[in-house]
DNA sequence: CTTGACATAGAACGGATGTTCTGATATAAT
DNA sequence: ATTATATCAGAACATCCGTTCTATGTCAAG
């Protein structure tokens, strides 16, 4: 996903093109970061900063001066954004899987939601999926919804999960429990329904928990 | 102290910036404002920056290419702010009228929830309001949720509002549907619910239309 | 030692960019 | 009509900027 192995020198330029876009609202030329980086050439600029889109943390746009803006790898690491651009990578509909994110975000970057860490808390690695029919209605989840999700094979007891039922073909939102004696218990967020319970534990497979759920109704 | 009265054209200037700025994340070169505003020539944008920038609106770092920057008016008048504070003014709970917002929401400002105006649009005096008890199932909300209220006691057909019934002294999150012959129809937001029918419009008030749920379940 | 991948220096090139100058148009006040 | 002010159009220009090419240096693998 994102190679986390940057230079001392990568770093330090990262570092300078985020206090340069906090201070000043556009991004240091090539040649403003040599000199505040102590670089003689534009082209090792040019190289690091190659090297830097690679790694994930800014993309750039050539050709035009000024071209460039930190990704969100980048915009996590030098500076705490108020608020957060999450993908929405796609719809989730009953019978079908979950759509998995590739292996990176930023590419993707059709559609997009934006939340405030503040409610979102620090979390990472998270997308988001637009709700299509009213088959998941006994998670409280409706037609049109928004459900936040990490993605993840394994969640904890009580964690509401997206989980993929192989049996019915089927992905629903429900609680996760583990219980006693290998049996697993699918409990419906509404506490009107009743539990599903499954024996076998290779037939369900979690795709992903359930971090958020945002219905707009205006 | 800042000079509101801007053209047309300087108006449409400051638009396309705040765009490009959004989604780009760096300024747009005058000839881009050329060719996205019609103007024909880079001087008229030179000049018509100037004005904006006298009448306080961007920020124009001269001699430097896409040197310009949105001003605390400027981001006010074309973004707003990216984030919106919404007070959380109380519990709903089924047996109780919803909380009134006070004639000044910021005092209250005991608890908030932070939002990002992306999502949520340009609606204001919202209020946040926490959902207890697992009375609103119906209406898709459970224990804990948090819904994003709009105050007011009208609502159009078919939003989604908080009704207080006089006889059930109850209040439920319904879509409110004014049928021909003064007949209310009170319908839950869940597909397999059956509606409610009032004869009465007088028994039903309308205590503020439902803007958005969010549900966290981290 | 040689090789190859990686990183750096320096300079030159072409295109992009902001500035400036001249001239034109429109509108309102005198 | 004349003047003043504000705005616009077009072109020329110097500079800024990203790219590219060549040469150099480093360091580990063979």
Same mark, same amino acid.
């Given at each position: 996903m994102v190679d986390e192995r940057i230079s001392e020198k990568?770093?330090?330029i990262l570092e300078f093109v985020g206090e340069y876009i906090r201070d000043n609202g556009y991004p240091p030329s090539m040649r403003e970061i040599c000199s505040a980086t102590d670089i003689s050439s534009t082209s090792v600029v040019s190289y690091n900063l190659d090297r830097l889109e /690679?790694?994930?943390y800014i993309v750039r746009d050539r050709e035009v001066s000024r071209g460039l803006? #930190?990704?969100l790898a980048g915009r996590s690491r030098v500076m705490a954004e108020r608020v957060v651009q999450l993908p929405v990578l796609g719809r989730i509909v009953a019978g079908e899987p979950v759509p998995v994110p590739s292996s990176d975000f930023a #590419?993707?970057?059709d559609e997009t939601i934006e939340l405030s860490r503040e409610i979102l808390g620090d979390v990472d690695e998270l997308y988001a999926l637009e709700v299509e029919g009213n088959s998941m209605v006994d998670a409280l989840v409706n037609d049109g919804d928004i459900?936040?999700?990490?993605?993840?094979s394994r969640v904890e007891?009580? /964690?509401?999960?997206a989980v993929w039922l192989r049996g019915e073909g089927e992905v629903t939102l429900k609680h996760f429990y583990q219980e006693p004696g290998g049996r697993i218990r699918l409990q419906p967020a509404n506490p009107t329904m009743d539990p599903i319970y499954i024996d076998?534990?290779?037939r369900v497979e979690v795709q992903g928990k359930v971090v958020m759920v945002?219905?707009? #109704?205006a």
């Open positions: 990568q770093r330090s /690679e790694a994930g803006r #930190l990704a #590419l993707m970057g459900v936040i999700m990490h993605h993840q007891n009580g /964690e509401m999960a076998d534990p290779s945002i219905r707009k #109704l």
